[in-house]
């Protein structure tokens, strides 16, 4: 929406506005989604995971997750 705050513009005037604006938003293309952040550095990674102490634990502990 094109709003005149002061002035009174010809329509040719109003055309080449409304011209040059859609043309500047055509050429800027689709938004882009942001790209999810790594999860390198994440600080849920340093929380230890419980530990399940029982019979075949020591196995499971150097399973991978």
Excluded at 14 to 21: G, R, S
């Amino acid at each position: 929406m094109i709003k005149i705050v002061r002035g009174e513009p010809t329509p040719e005037e109003l055309a080449a506005i409304v011209t040059v604006v859609a043309a500047r938003a055509s050429a800027a293309g689709p938004a882009e989604a942001p790209a999810t952040p790594s999860q390198w550095n994440a600080p849920a990674r340093l929380v230890r995971t419980p530990l399940h102490p029982g019979p075949g634990a020591w196995q499971a502990s150097g399973w991978a997750r």
